[in-house]
């Protein structure tokens, strides 16, 4: 079964807008949930990631809010700029279980001049 | 000064085919992993090996079978390739929870 869903499959934003993509997990054992950012040609790389005893993380323009309760967390990414375009993955993982990563579907992100 | 490398970058071959990837890491972590990424881009855990020794084996076929000579090296050997196999393979590395993945292969199998 699909243990994390993500949502949308893929997004078209203006320059300067909000890009928001949702992730839901069913595991309440996992401990740390990552995004990962991926051009084409590359391997995903770590964006931002956040723990469950947290409700948010900012880092620059990219934020990741979290709801324990209701077992889900999103991505933010504001004054979204061109060089954004990528795909986004969600991910989670439980650190005590060698960090085995479990993927969202992942969200391709276009961000229009 | 690449920390997780992976080589080759592309692999084109026949069904029915060995071949072989391989995957360093320079960053002194004790886990590495292969995932795979199918063409829809989803991305999927084969293996995990923690100073060499298995500890994560996905519903994998057994013609895959990861070999690790070394806490810096995990190579992917694949007997009689199928059509199915194509896809992009990653190797990963870890401490902690914190994960780096290479720059993948694009295996083809014609």
């Known amino acids: 079964q699909q243990q994390v869903k993500q949502s949308p499959q893929s997004l078209i934003v203006q320059k300067g807008g909000i890009s928001i993509i949702n992730c839901a997990y069913e595991n309440t054992a996992f401990d740390y949930f990552p995004w990962y950012q991926q051009f084409p040609g590359k391997g995903p790389a770590l964006l931002i990631a956040?723990?469950?005893?947290?409700s948010e993380k900012k880092e620059g323009r990219f934020t990741i809010s979290f709801n324990k309760s209701a077992k889900q967390f999103s991505l933010h990414i504001m004054d979204s700029q061109p060089g954004d375009s990528a795909t986004y993955f969600c991910?989670?993982?439980?650190?005590?279980?060698?960090?085995?990563?479990?993927f969202g579907e992942g969200t391709q992100l276009t961000v229009n001049p | 000064d690449t920390a997780v490398s992976q080589t080759p970058k592309y692999l084109v071959t026949q069904m029915g085919n060995d071949k072989s990837i391989k995957c360093e890491q320079n960053l002194g972590h004790d886990t590495m992993y292969w995932y795979k990424q199918d063409s829809k881009k989803f991305l999927k855990i084969m293996f995990s090996?923690?100073?060499?020794?298995?500890?994560i084996n996905e519903t994998v076929p057994n013609r895959f079978s990861p070999k690790s000579p070394d806490k810096a090296h995990l190579n992917l050997h694949i007997n009689s390739l199928e059509l199915g196999d194509s896809a992009v393979y990653f190797c990963a590395s870890a401490l902690g929870a914190l994960v780096d993945f290479g720059p993948g292969t694009r295996l083809t199998v014609t």
């Open positions: 956040i723990r469950p005893d947290v």
């Open positions: 090996y923690n100073n060499k020794e298995l500890i």
């Open positions: 991910a989670a993982l439980k650190e005590t279980s060698g960090s085995r990563l479990t």
